[in-house]
Structures are given as structure tokens and as C-alpha cells.
């Protein structure tokens, strides 16, 4: 079975392309764990940065792991 390719757009939202999105693989994985029978799956985005994450399911929950880049630096007020 060839890996699958995807791409993220929503322009609507002020997003051309989101380069590595986790929201993605939130829906993305519990649907390829139970196709592949697998727990764990790595998982390439092929925007143009790019961007190579680890992913495990665990129960209902899925949990992500790789790189990041910094893009925005704040604090936050309460």
C-alpha cells in the first residue's frame, strides 16, 4: 500500500496552507490506526515546508510528536 499524501487548505480562515497540521492528524489518524490495525504511524506532510511527525493512538486520544518552529512569541494577560 502506497502512503497516503494530503494537504491542508483554508483560505477562509486566513490559512493558504497550514504546513504540518495537527488538527489533520487528529481526524487523520484514528482513521488509519484502525484501517492498518496499527497503534503508532509516522506521518509526513508534503506542503512546502513540509514537516515529519510521530503519532499514537491511545484510547480516544491521539498524541503527536516531532519538530516545531517558532513563529510567534507572546504573553497572555489574565
Known amino acids: 500500500m ?10 477562509k480562515a486566513g490559512v493558504p496552507e497550514d ?18 490495525g496499527k497503534q503508532a504511524l509516522s506521518a509526513r ?3 512546502a515546508r513540509g514537516g515529519e511527525i510521530e503519532c499514537e493512538m491511545r484510547g480516544d486520544r491521539v498524541t503527536i510528536a516531532g519538530g516545531t518552529v517558532e513563529y510567534l512569541r507572546g504573553e497572555i494577560t489574565i
Not at 502506497?2 to 483560505?11: D, G, Q, T, V
Not at 504546513?19 to 492498518?36: D, E, M, N, Q, R
Open 19 to 36: 504546513p504540518v497540521t495537527g488538527s489533520a492528524h487528529c481526524t487523520l489518524i484514528p482513521y488509519w490506526s484502525a484501517k492498518l
Open 45 to 47: 506532510q508534503l506542503s
Open 2 to 11: 502506497k502512503s497516503p499524501i494530503y494537504r491542508f487548505f483554508a483560505p
